[in-house]
Nanobody, 127 residues
Framework: QVQLVESGGGWVQPGGSLRLSCSASGFEIDSSNIGWFRQAPGAEREAVGCINKKYWDAPEYDESVKGRFAIDRDSDKGTVYLQMNNLRPEDSGVYYC???????????????????WGQGTQVTVST
């Protein structure tokens, strides 16, 4: 069964850090592009970044998180991580990971490129 499960969300003060995990099962993450997205209440889902299949190009990031967020992969664990540093209140929302299974090209910061999706994990940045 193809599945993605996010974890690691929570509450953090501005300037703090969180590391989200996206555990994949039922497919090979090394052959797939993985995207991270977020959605704040009342807002549309937006791209955070994506990591290419193994040995492809470097991860891509939305301008709003460049220099603060980083995506990496642990192939042995079948898990992709989103390291979030220097968090801001506007980073709050539900964070989702999604897969482009057995991708043929570079990852894209577009939600329509991905299926399946995880259930999401809540991130709250506030004082």
């Amino acid at each position: 069964q193809v599945q993605l499960v996010e974890s690691g969300g929570g509450w953090v003060q501005p300037g703090g850090s969180l590391r989200l995990s996206c555990s994949a099962s039922g497919f090979e993450i090394d052959s797939s592009n993985i995207g991270w997205f977020r959605q704040a209440p009342g807002a549309e889902r937006e791209a955070v970044g994506c990591i290419n299949k193994k040995y492809w190009d470097a991860p891509e990031y939305d301008e709003s998180v460049k220099g603060r967020f980083a995506i990496d992969r642990d192939s042995d664990k079948g898990t992709v991580y989103l390291q979030m540093n220097n968090l801001r209140p506007e980073d709050s929302g539900v964070y989702y990971c999604a897969a482009e299974i057995y991708a043929r090209g570079a990852c894209r910061l577009r939600s329509s490129a991905y299926d399946p999706w995880g259930q999401g994990t809540q991130v709250t940045v506030s004082t």
